[in-house]
């Protein structure tokens, strides 16, 4: 029986790991999670907060996810979204989802993210 999401795992081309903790440590706020040895020598790297986690790992054929995404739900949107622009990502609101404010966005390496706040 399942009883809880673990983590998502999204996919990053290998020698990004810099540019990957500057944007979930820097601009999400995020904590490095450290990898076990035997994982930690595949590359890549964990971050979470709170209960959320998310693994980035290296893809050698590597393409950005682009329609597959996490929903990362927030509070304090209109702050976020501002700190990820001032960071240089791109943030593009959408409307479609009744009884939420919600925008997408993307990590260095072009991985789709979506933050959603109920209203």
Known sequence: MITALDHVQLAAPAGNEDRLRAFYTGALGMTEIPKPPPLAARGGCWFGHGKV???LGVEADFR???KAHPGLRVTGIDAL???LEEHGA???WDEDLPGHRRFFSEDPVGNRLEFLEPC
Do not use: D, G, S, T
């Open 90 to 92: 791109p943030v593009v």
């Open 53 to 55: 986690q998310l693994h």
């Open 81 to 83: 979204a501002a700190r």
């Open 64 to 66: 950005p996810a682009r």
